[in-house]
């Protein structure tokens, strides 16, 4: 049944998809973020031990991706109300599983489904937020990565099932920012008690990996990509412009006063 599921999501891929985006200038393993630059991937979003998930500053996703097929993301949306301005909805989301590119450039994503984490806070209609398991498989069109000069970035560009485009998100670490890439909450689905204990053990395994990773989280060898803050540049050039200037006739009227 299974093979015969993943046909039938081949098939609706080519049907979506009948291009390939080329000119990639950059592989796809890494972690990317939109331009907030503030939500990533990792432990930083997630807490798989005691079931957290951490509120970014600001809204906005990141993905990683790694060179043996796994992936994982992390989305942080604002939702506004038109009827109630003063009520918005925050949506956080965290998966992970694997992934393939077709070979019409498309990128499916198999997520871990006993994994996957949601949080929705809705202040006008709750006081407390609701957090539960989520699961979303996904499929995207097609995609592209180019260098940004602006921001001295390289820029990945991915388009939904429909070919729509999604916010841009820029290569933010290299080696990616991730958790461990198993199932971090597996579930017992047998009966047997030889099953269960089996099943415990692998759970408890599970989570002295994650407890170890953790504990190592700041020792990641993962390096965060320089970003150049070009807004940041342009007024120190005006201000360095201006002040010239300044300084110029400043000099010069001295010199025809000496005069």
């Known amino acids: 049944m299974v093979f015969r599921w993943h046909q039938t999501v081949s098939f609706m891929v080519a049907l979506v ?20 630059n503030t939500v990533f991937t990792g432990p930083g979003f997630y807490d798989p031990v005691d079931e957290l998930l951490y509120e970014p500053k600001l809204p906005g996703l990141s993905m990683s991706f790694t060179d043996d097929g796994y992936y994982e993301e992390a989305f942080y949306y604002v939702i506004s109300q038109p009827s109630n301005p003063s009520c918005p909805t ?7 599983g694997t992934y393939e590119i077709a070979s ?18 809705d202040p006008c209609t709750s006081e407390e937020s609701v957090y539960g ?35 841009p998100m820029y290569l933010a670490y290299l080696p990616p920012l991730m958790l461990p890439t198993i ?12 099953t269960a204990s089996s ?17 190592n989280r700041s020792k990641t060898d993962a390096i965060k990509s320089p970003v150049i803050d070009g807004i940041f540049w342009w007024y120190v050039g005006m201000i360095m412009m201006i ?16 005069q």
């Open 17 to 36: 998809a009948p291009f390939v985006r080329a000119g990639n200038v950059t592989a796809l393993t890494g972690t990317w973020t939109t331009k907030a």
């Open 90 to 96: 925050a949506l956080l989301q965290f998966q992970h």
């Open 104 to 121: 019409n450039g498309s990128i499916i994503l198999y997520p871990f489904a006993v994994d996957g984490r949601q949080l929705v806070s």
């Open 133 to 167: 398991r989520y699961s979303q498989f996904e499929v995207y069109s097609g995609w592209d990565i180019q260098k940004d000069d602006y921001r001295g970035q390289y820029k990945l560009q991915l388009y939904k099932f429909d070919g729509n485009p999604m916010n």
């Open 183 to 194: 199932t971090m909450n597996p579930t017992a689905s047998a009966t047997s008690a030889a």
């Open 199 to 215: 099943t415990a053990s692998s759970t408890a395994k599970a989570k002295s990996r994650l407890k170890r990773s953790f504990e």
């Open 243 to 258: 002040g010239g200037g300044g300084a110029f006739l400043f000099l010069q009227r001295q010199s025809m006063c000496e």
